[in-house]
């Protein structure tokens, strides 16, 4: 079995999505799948036409000269013409929940485009079962039996990551897109009251950044926010080994790939009780309600003080378990399997336009 994989998202500055292609692509090669991982080094993943250039005219001719029984469409998106069996990972639906925002034709292509094309892929991954329901929900029709939750897994340099006692006592590392479903502003609003504490947030940033820092600003604590962008792999596992607690307090995340990385460096996290986050946090992480100050400062305290260290590193080994990539690839394989041995009158009616 030949695999082709969408893989254009690693390029660059890689976010979750990119963790995701180029962890699996590497599991999937440890397994003994033969994987193909596609992309154009010189194509800006991140400029809109590049993307759509990529997805419905290169992608699919990349396809075809490699000679790959499917195709896996790994960042969500699908083309639109390509006689070959496909296999989707869909992380999120959040532009058709939480983008509204975003210009009207990404919300268009990512949105509703996208969702339309997953009624012709042979089966669909999704990250969480959260992510799962809501598939299905804005799909009407979608058959359930096609869908299948595959956790993203944690790359081995954060499972094995010497973690410092306590970290440095006073950081609380906030990782991802500051965009506003991201939810900068919760962990804002607490630090008045977390005496000594600073916040270290680590990702591209929007507009929405600057409303978080005037609020910052506004409270008194502007000096103790620093917004650093995108930085280094090795400078993002220092920050996961010394800071005192990983904060995630997003209103919408497909999967959370902040919580389940902190949960296998052993480091507190504490998360909003919203969407798949309390799904991967289980019993290992601190679930406040989304909008409470009082219990971000509350739980933020306890990390801070290294009341939640003891717990966080006895549950680390259950965390890497979970995320391990051997898994997922695992689960992966059989997805890919099921599909290129299914009869070819079914792969037919699922890919027919």
């Given at each position: 079995?030949?695999?082709?994989?969408?893989?254009?998202?690693?390029?660059?500055?890689?976010?979750?999505?990119?963790?995701?292609?180029?962890?699996?692509?590497?599991?999937?090669?440890?397994?003994?799948?033969?994987?193909?991982?596609?992309?154009?080094?010189?194509?800006?993943?991140?400029?809109?036409?590049?993307?759509?250039?990529?997805?419905?005219?290169?992608?699919?001719?990349?396809?075809?000269?490699?000679?790959?029984?499917?195709?896996?469409?790994?960042?969500?998106?699908?083309?639109?013409?390509?006689?070959?069996?496909?296999?989707?990972?869909?992380?999120?639906?959040?532009?058709?929940?939480?983008?509204?925002?975003?210009?009207?034709?990404?919300?268009?292509?990512?949105?509703?485009?996208?969702?339309?094309?997953?009624?012709?892929?042979?089966?669909?991954?999704?990250?969480s079962a959260f992510s799962r329901s809501e598939l299905l929900e804005l799909v009407p029709g979608l058959d359930p039996a096609r869908v299948s939750v595959v956790y993203p897994g944690v790359a081995?340099?954060?499972?094995?990551?010497?973690?410092?006692?306590?970290?440095?006592?006073?950081?609380?590392?906030?990782?991802?897109?500051?965009?506003?479903?991201?939810?900068?502003?919760?962990?804002?609003?607490?630090?008045?009251?977390?005496?000594?504490?600073?916040?270290?947030?680590?990702?591209?940033?929007?507009?929405?950044?600057?409303?978080?820092?005037?609020?910052?600003?506004?409270?008194?604590?502007?000096?103790?926010?620093?917004?650093?962008?995108?930085?280094?792999?090795?400078?993002?596992?220092?920050?996961?080994?010394?800071?005192?607690?990983?904060?995630?307090?997003?209103?919408?995340?497909?999967?959370?790939?902040?919580?389940?990385?902190?949960?296998?460096?052993?480091?507190?996290?504490?998360?909003?009780?919203?969407?798949?986050?309390?799904?991967?946090?289980?019993?290992?992480?601190?679930?406040?309600?989304?909008?409470?100050?009082?219990?971000?400062?509350?739980?933020?305290?306890?990390?801070?003080?290294?009341?939640?260290?003891?717990?966080?590193?006895?549950?680390?080994?259950?965390?890497?378990?979970?995320?391990?990539?051997a898994k997922s690839a695992a689960d992966m394989s059989a997805i890919y399997e099921s599909v290129v041995l299914a009869p070819a009158w079914e792969r037919e009616s699922v890919a027919s336009p």
């Amino acid at each position: 079995m030949k695999v082709a994989i969408d893989a254009q998202l690693a390029v660059g500055t890689a976010t979750g999505i990119g963790e995701f292609v180029s962890g699996l692509v590497e599991a999937l090669r440890a397994r003994g799948v033969d994987v193909d991982a596609l992309c154009e080094p010189k194509l800006n993943p991140w400029r809109f036409d590049r993307r759509v250039f990529w997805d419905q005219v290169l992608l699919p001719q990349r396809t075809r000269a490699s000679g790959a029984q499917l195709l896996h469409c790994a960042s969500g998106t699908m083309p639109l013409n390509l006689a070959l069996p496909m296999v989707v990972t869909v992380h999120d639906v959040a532009w058709l929940r939480v983008q509204a925002h975003a210009r009207p034709y990404a919300r268009y292509y990512f949105g509703k485009f996208s969702v339309e094309r997953y009624r012709h892929a042979s089966a669909i991954a999704v990250d969480s079962a959260f992510s799962r329901s809501e598939l299905l929900e804005l799909v009407p029709g979608l058959d359930p039996a096609r869908v299948s939750v595959v956790y993203p897994g944690v790359a081995a340099d954060f499972c094995t990551l010497e973690r410092v006692p306590h970290g440095d006592g006073r950081t609380i590392l906030v990782i991802g897109t500051v965009e506003r479903r991201k939810n900068l502003e919760a962990i804002v609003e607490a630090l008045p009251f977390l005496e000594g504490a600073r916040v270290v947030s680590v990702g591209p940033f929007t507009p929405y950044q600057d409303e978080c820092l005037e609020r910052a600003e506004s409270l008194g604590v502007r000096d103790r926010i620093e917004c650093r962008g995108y930085v280094e792999r090795a400078d993002v596992l220092k920050l996961y080994a010394t800071c005192a607690a990983v904060a995630v307090p997003s209103r919408y995340e497909g999967f959370g790939y902040a919580a389940a990385q902190a949960l296998c460096v052993g480091t507190p996290v504490v998360v909003a009780d919203q969407a798949s986050l309390p799904e991967v946090a289980g019993n290992d992480g601190c679930i406040v309600p989304v909008d409470s100050t009082e219990a971000w400062v509350g739980a933020l305290r306890e990390a801070l003080d290294g009341k939640a260290d003891a717990a966080a590193l006895a549950s680390r080994a259950r965390s890497i378990e979970r995320f391990a990539w051997a898994k997922s690839a695992a689960d992966m394989s059989a997805i890919y399997e099921s599909v290129v041995l299914a009869p070819a009158w079914e792969r037919e009616s699922v890919a027919s336009p």
